[in-house]
Structure formats: C-alpha cells, structure tokens
C-alpha cells in the first residue's frame, strides 16, 4: 500500500535539484492532490540500491539475522532489492527452498528480495543442482553462485555456464582456489609471517578467474566474478572486457577502505573472505570500479553472532555487515576522492546490479511511468558507527568507531516508504 | 647539599669501624662481611682489605643484594637485581657482619637478614654502617657506626664513594637537592 | 589498581628490556645452587597456566619458576582444538578473572590467542606468551639468547644460524627478532618452501644450503622437523631432508671449535639432528632446559614484582 509523495528540490544523480511525484507505485508527471510533501533540499536522489550480494542467513542461520532483519537492514542503507545468497541450511538449491525465501521476502515487505540459487546440490561442488526448476519457480532465479565456496571443478563450471544460457541466466563465481587456501587466515604476505596466520594468496584468486573468463568466452555465457580483491584480479577482468567476453565483477565496500594491516590487533571482526588485501589492491580496485572494469558494488553482507566473533582468529567466523554502511563507505572512498560521480554511484549501485541480475522494476531512470524504487541521500551528513545502532541482528561491523559521511533520509519500494527521516518504518 | 663527611674523614671512619670490627671479634677468626649493593658492596671490600692490612691475612667478603626481599617492592617498579657473592665459606656458623653505606628506617636489614636466612645459619650477624641517620621504623641497631647523624625525615643524605661517584664524601641535603634517596 | 602489562612477543622488547630480563636471569640463577631455592618475591600472587597445547617441558619449567618466587601456581589444561571445541576462550579467561589470577602463562595452538586473551577487555592480569601457533615464544627466544650470552661470552656481533621449517617455527620467528635486537647476525636455512614468504623484510640472512654456512656460524640452532610436513609436499622424503638440512657427526665437524648446537626440543633424533650431534660437548639442549627456569622467573618478576612492570607492552584496555 503505498502512499503518494512529492519529493521537493532533490538533487537526482546528483544533478539539478527538481521535484519528484510518487503516486500509486510510480513516478509521474503532477503530484497527487492527497501527496505528502518531503523537503529533499540538500539530497540526492538515487535509484534504489540494488545489491547482488548479501547474506540473509534465513533459513538456518536465525541467530545471525533472518529476512525480516535482513531487509530491515537492507532498506536502512538506502536498498530497494537485495539477492539472497544460497549458502543457507538447507542450502537454496531446489525450487521450495528459493520459493520460501521469496515468500519471507515479500511478507517482510522492507525491499525486494531475489534468491540466488546454489549451482551444485548442496554447495557441494559435485553435480548441478536444479538450475531449471530455480529459474522457473516464483522466485525466478536467474543468478546462480555456491558463495562461500568455489566452483572449482573446471568441468563442472563449464557445464553450469553452458546450462543457465538457456534462461539467460548467470553463475557468478566465487573465486578461490581451495588447494592454494586451505587453513587460510588473511592475505598472504609479509604480515601474514609475522603474525603466523596462515595466507591466502592472491593467486588463488586469479588463477581462477583466469581460467573462468576463457571459459565464459568458450562457452559464450555470463561469468560474474563476486567480492574482487585484487589488483591482479582487475588486471584480468579488464583484458577480458577488452577482448569482448561476458564478463561483469563485484567488488565488496569494505575492500574499497580497508587493508590487511587490521588484522595486527588479531580481532576476528576484520575476518573475512577474501581477506583485506594491501594499499595498492584497494587503489586498484578503485580504479577499477571508477573506469567500469569492476561494474557494480555489492556488499557480501555476511551477519555472524558474537559468539563466532568473540575468540581467538583462528576459530572466528569470516564475513563483515554491510548493508547500512555502503553507500557511505562509496561516498568516501569514491565521491569525496573525486573518482565517481553521483550518475557513476546510480550505475555502480542500482543500474549495474539489476542489469546483471535480470532484475525488472529497479535500477531504472528516476523519470514518470517508472517505478518509484529511491532512496534520498544527504551527503553532508556525518554519523559514527556504532554496533549498537544498527537494524542488523548481529554487530560484526569492521567500521565501528569510524565516522562517515552521508546518511540515508528516506527510501521507497514501489512508493512504499520503508525509511523516513533516517528511521526505518515499522510495517 | 653541604659535606659532613669529606674524603680524609670518610677514609678515618672506616678505619676506626675496621679496628672495632677486630677489636670486638677477638680478631675475626670466623667473620665474614658481605656487603648491601650497591655503596655497601665497595665498601666491604674497603674494609676487608683494612682489616687484611692490620692482620695479614685476608678476610671473607662478599655481596648481599635484598631486591627480593624488600617489603616495599609493590610501591616502585620492578627494580633490577643487584649481584649476590657469598664466598667459598659459606655463612653456616659463621659471624655475618653486614655492610651498608646509610643506615634509616631499617627496612634493607630486615630484608637483608631475610636473605641471609634463607643461604644459611650464621652464628651471628653484626651490622656495620658508615652513618646512621635515625628514623628508625623497626627494631634494628647496628653494631659499628662510622659516623652517627641526625637528620630531619625531609633531609637526604648522599654517600658518594671513590669507586662509583668518583670522590669519598658525605653530603646532607633537602629532598629538593637530591631526587634517589630511598628509604634505609 | 596495579598496571598491567604483558610479554606476547619479543617484538615488545627493546635491546634494554631484553637485556635487563638476561641480566636478572643470571642473578636468579644462582638461586639453583642453593639449599633454599626459594624467594617471596611473589608471595600471595597467583600465576595460572592455560595451556591449550599440551606441552609438559614448558608447563613445569613456568610452574617451577613461578614456585620459586613463591607465588601460588594453578593448572589449566585447556580443551578446545580446532576439532574439539571446548569452552570459549573468553569464558575460561572469565573464570580465571573471577579466581583473582595475577598473571596468566598461555599457550595456544591459535596464533594471536595470548593477545585477544590480553587485549579482549576479559581479564585484567598480566599474559604471557608461552607459544601461540606459528607466531611467537618470546620466553624461548629469551632463554636462547641467555644460552647463547653465557656460551658465546656475549651477543653482539655473534653469527646464529637456524635451520629447519621456519615457514611454521614460532621459534624462529622469536628468536631471529630478539637476536636481531641484541646485535647478534642471524641467517636461516631451509629448504624454499619451508623459507617464509616474505623473508626478505625480516632481519636476516637467508640460504637454501647447510654446508657453506656452517664454518661462518658460532652457534646453530636445529628446529624441530614434523613427518606431516611430508605429506603436504613441503619436502619428498624424510631422507632427502635429512641429507640436506640434517646435523650430522661430519656436518658438525665443519663448525668452528667454540661454536654450540642448539635444539628447542623437543628433538627427532636421526631426522634434523643426529644422536651423536645431541649428546656432543658442543649442545647446549641440557643447559637450554635450566636456563629456562631462571628466564621465566626473570620474566615474572619484572612482570609482576613491582608496582608497575619493567618490560612488555602496554595494556590498551578495552580495545576493540
């Protein structure tokens, strides 16, 4: 149910503020008489974020965060559709499991959630699951990834990148190398020898996106490369574009700002996988996503209770909340640095996304007859992180204590504001 | 800070504790002096060689560092440990004479007669101290006093010896003159 | 509230540091020839042992140390492997801050664990670093170095040559900073894939080959060689390594006269070190074992003796 806006004097991508009428689910041409008027001198206006990437936990992992907390999370970021990730318990690799989520998603109402079907049968890496059956079912699934894990038999992802082209779908791949990384802790380097954590070297990264590329060429089906890390990796994505393959990449807000040197302090909330790489991979991928080699930003939102964070490094959980600080994280490290402009943050943020995961409804220009997904942004705002404060069920956020800038004024599904004046809307 | 002892007096004070040491010993048969690091330590060897000069042979000596020991240990840092040299004799059945430069609350003795508990059962222990300020706060005397000197708790007294400070004297000062003097 | 601080790594320790905790070693020492050997030094403190590892030698030589400054000792042989997970790191050091302890002597198959243990905000003693993974032994590094210094007449200038898997020694990794620290000249050798990965930024020489370095060495330190490692194709065979990095009789005879052999222990006699190598003049094994009794009494001590420590890094409290 949504009710009509008119949203006054909004920058939108960052250009010329104008007005922006929302009624019945739409954008159009005149406001509607009963319109609430919302003041957005000052804000942006951007389409609703899109995020290809993010963990709901739900089903089996409810003590991190469910879809309802999830999505909760989601729309406070300034998010209109997120793609639940497959790696739950039981994993979504049949039709039932992608449709429940799909259910969750729409009975919490926050924002739109696609699920992502796992490619092998219980992220196993042995045989394909029902790739059709997920594509067909309610959810219709179309982006296909064992996240978490590799697909690391070379015959087996050429069979799942043959497969989905038949629904136009896409395996976006996690690459890592499970020979070269087995028992690994953090990025493989000096630092790992001196603080005897065992490493995870670039090269396990790139040897398989090396290799998934030619085989997306061969094949002449859709490879999307999730969480990029490297500098190398950026390097191979870039001269696979050039010679034309079908290739898109994400890279993670948190691999835009931090580097291995957290990991001095031995705290598992700078965990994650991949690790924090060095100074000269976060210039990389910020190039890189600044040149379009690395086409979207996606969060890999991955929620774990305090619990798996509080111990020794060894034994911690990988993974780092995302959602509610993204869009600050890319204002600092793209916007304020002058690599990206606001049209660049819609493309990289929304645009991108729904574009690769087939997402209808979103990711489109703010212009009358679309539908009203936005989200209003201040940018001069400034807000510290605190754990605390954070919609997320867990607290596992590698910014705490940082302060960033912008902050999330208001955002809409289809109409439906699901965030006013920077508090979420109880539903 | 104004001398009270110069190096002439310092030198005829050790002398005099040398002779008494002899004297009320019966000649020192079965003495040994160890001596409190770091100004005792010097100074038992002083006397040993003294009283080596007046009885041709030579007398035991060594150190006795009572870091360990001290019951003010949790007020200060950690402090570096001083040497612990007890000769080849022992200290079983002997008569121990203890060498400390200033002589205060008494609390290094207490300490020092800890330790020297714990090596060994001397027949005896005597304390022999070049000044004794007073002020004492437990129920130790010494036995040889080179010089005795009443002091007001706020005073400091600096021994300076030839072989650490480059010249023998003693000084006596206010605490504003002299930042190291610890409780004696 | 007395303020504490902890030794977790021999990066913590300045050549000063290192040299006051060598130099009240020698003192404490001593006390090892004496009927009493006991000091109250650390009467009514409470030292605990959490050793997640099992490790017998280490155990009793912190026990022994801590005894003979006369503190009270207690026992914790943790449970909670990567396989078997016990209770929570954070809910034993609860309890041990609710048992009042001074200081905690850890060791823990997890690199880092000491340090979350001291800097997670959970317990307000004094940590020391008693192995942790394949990070850091600052208390071996120490009494290596004690070893060395009594041996050697000193450590400035001296050419120290460790041999074996470095790449999974915390050992190594102690004691080439501490050495580095105190002036001595290091040089590892092992095979390259033992040979950590960025070696090059650590204060030292490096050789793939035993024999050309061996002459130049005035002490050689053996590390311990696990026949795992064979398995994941760090290394073909027990014998190829063996013929390449192994301590032999006629290696040995290419040491110079008054150099020693070193061995953390505990020893595969016949795989790095030959048994004639072992039970030579020239070992230092047997002594490494009485040294380090009198380092960890000297670590204690100036950890907890006064009211602030004399050494180790600072608190920085409720971190995150």
Redesign the interface.
């Known amino acids: 149910m949504s009710r009509n806006w008119t949203v006054k004097g909004a920058a939108v991508l960052g250009g010329t503020p104008r007005d922006l009428h929302l009624r019945d689910g739409l954008i159009v041409e005149e406001a509607a008489p009963d319109a609430t008027v919302i003041d957005a001198s000052g804000l942006i206006a951007l389409p609703g974020l899109v995020d290809l990437h993010t963990h709901l936990r739900e089903p089996g992992r409810e003590d991190a965060e469910t879809v309802l907390t999830g999505t909760r999370a989601a729309a406070a970021g300034g998010f209109t559709a997120v793609h639940a990730m497959a790696n739950t318990d039981p994993v979504a690799d049949t039709a039932g499991v992608v449709e429940q989520v799909w259910r969750l998603g729409r009975e919490a109402g926050y924002c739109d959630v696609q699920p992502v079907g796992a490619v092998t049968v219980g992220i196993a890496g042995e045989r394909l699951a029902e790739l059709g059956a997920m594509a067909d079912s309610a959810a219709r699934v179309r982006v296909f990834s064992d996240d978490g894990h590799c697909v690391s038999d070379a015959a087996l992802m050429r069979r799942a990148l043959e497969y989905v082209k038949a629904f136009g779908g896409v395996v976006a791949q996690h690459a890592q190398e499970p020979r070269l990384t087995e028992g690994a802790?953090m990025n493989?380097?000096?630092?790992?020898?001196?603080?005897?954590?065992?490493?995870w070297p670039a090269v396990a990264e790139e040897a398989i996106i090396a290799r998934d590329v030619l085989l997306a060429a061969h094949t002449g089906s859709r490879l999307h490369v999730c969480h990029l890390s490297t500098a190398g990796s950026v390097e191979l994505v870039r001269w696979a574009k050039s010679k034309g393959y079908p290739v898109t990449a994400e890279v993670t807000p948190h691999h835009l700002l931090l580097t291995e040197d957290l990991v001095r302090?031995?705290?598992p909330?700078y965990k994650v996988n991949p690790p924090l790489r060095t100074k000269e991979d976060v210039e990389a991928v910020r190039a890189g996503l600044a040149d379009g080699t690395i086409d979207v930003v996606a969060t890999d939102h991955a929620p774990h209770p305090v619990?798996a964070k509080?111990?020794?490094?060894?034994?911690a959980a990988m993974g780092m909340l995302g959602l509610e600080t993204a869009l600050s994280v890319v204002q600092q490290t793209m916007v304020e640095t002058g690599l990206l402009d606001w049209t660049g943050v819609a493309d990289r943020m929304s645009v991108a996304a729904a574009r690769i995961g087939s997402l209808e409804g979103h990711g489109r220009p703010l212009e009358p007859g679309e539908p009203a997904n936005l989200t209003l942004l201040d940018p001069a705002a400034r807000r510290l992180i605190e754990p605390g404060s954070l919609h997320s069920r867990s607290r596992n956020t590698p910014f705490?204590?940082l302060e960033l800038p912008g902050a999330v004024h208001a955002t809409f599904l289809r109409g439906t504001a699901t965030v006013l004046d920077g508090k979420v809307v109880e539903r | 800070m104004r001398a009270v002892l110069d190096a002439a007096a310092v030198q005829r004070a050790l002398t005099r504790i040398a002779h008494e040491i002899l004297e009320r010993t019966q000649g020192a048969d079965d003495a040994v002096l160890l001596g409190i690091p770091t100004r005792g330590a010097h100074l038992a060897v002083r006397l040993a060689r003294q009283i080596a000069a007046v009885e041709g042979r030579s007398l035991p000596h060594g150190t006795l560092d009572v870091t360990m020991y001290r019951d003010d240990l949790r007020l200060k840092p950690a402090r570096a440990l001083g040497r612990t040299e007890i000769p080849a004799g022992g200290v079983d059945g002997k008569l121990v004479v203890l060498v400390d430069d200033v002589l205060f609350s008494g609390r290094t003795i207490r300490a020092a007669l800890d330790a020297l508990g714990d090596l060994g059962r001397p027949r005896a222990v005597q304390l022999a101290v070049l000044v004794d300020r007073g002020h004492r706060e437990l129920p130790i005397r010494a036995d040889y006093v080179g010089k005795n000197l009443p002091t007001a708790q706020r005073e400091t007294v600096q021994v300076r010896l030839a072989e650490t400070d480059g010249e023998d004297a003693v000084l006596l000062g206010s605490k504003a003159d002299h930042t190291r003097e610890g409780a004696r | 509230m007395t303020h504490r601080s902890h030794l977790l790594s021999t990066a913590d320790l300045s050549a000063d540091d290192a040299t006051l905790i060598l130099d009240t070693a020698a003192e404490l020492a001593r006390l090892a020839d004496r009927p009493i050997k006991k000091l109250p030094t650390l009467r009514g403190r409470t030292v605990v042992n959490l050793f997640y590892e099992d490790s017998t030698r280490t155990r009793i030589s912190f026990e022994t140390a801590a005894k003979r400054l006369s503190a009270d000792v207690i026992n914790f042989s943790a449970k909670g492997s990567s396989v078997s997970k016990g209770e929570s790191l954070k809910d034993t050091a609860l309890t041990l801050e609710a048992m009042g302890a001074d200081a905690v002597v850890v060791r823990h198959w997890a690199s880092g664990g000491p340090h979350r243990l001291a800097h997670a905000g959970w317990i307000r003693s004094a940590v020391v670093n008693a192995g942790d993974g394949t990070h850091e032994h600052p208390t071996q590094a120490l009494l290596d170095a004690y070893t060395l210094r009594s041996r050697l007449g000193g450590l400035e200038g001296r050419r120290v040559t460790i041999v074996g898997d470095v790449l999974h020694s915390r050992v190594a990794r102690s004691n080439v900073r501490l050495l580095a620290t105190l002036g001595a000249e290091v040089t590892l050798v092992a095979p390259p894939t033992l040979m950590p990965f960025g070696v090059e930024g650590w204060p030292c020489s490096t050789s793939y080959e035993l024999d050309p370095v061996l002459p130049k060495s005035d002490a050689v330190m053996m590390l311990r060689v696990q026949r795992e490692r064979m398995d994941q194709a760090f290394f073909p065979t027990e014998r190829e390594y063996s013929r390449r990095y192994g301590l032999h009789a006629d290696r040995m005879a290419l040491l110079p006269e008054h150099s020693v052999v070193m061995h953390p222990g505990p020893m595969n006699r016949g795989l790095e070190i030959s048994a004639e190598v072992a039970d030579s003049a020239r070992s230092t094994i047997t002594e490494q074992v009485a040294n380090g009794v009198s380092v960890r009494m000297a670590v204690l001590y100036l950890l907890l003796g006064g009211s602030e420590p004399a050494i180790g890094t600072e608190d920085e409290g409720e971190r995150r």
């Open positions: 802790q493989e380097g000096e630092l790992s020898d001196v603080l005897g954590l065992r490493g302090g031995y705290d909330v619990e509080d111990c020794e490094w060894a034994v705490a204590g």
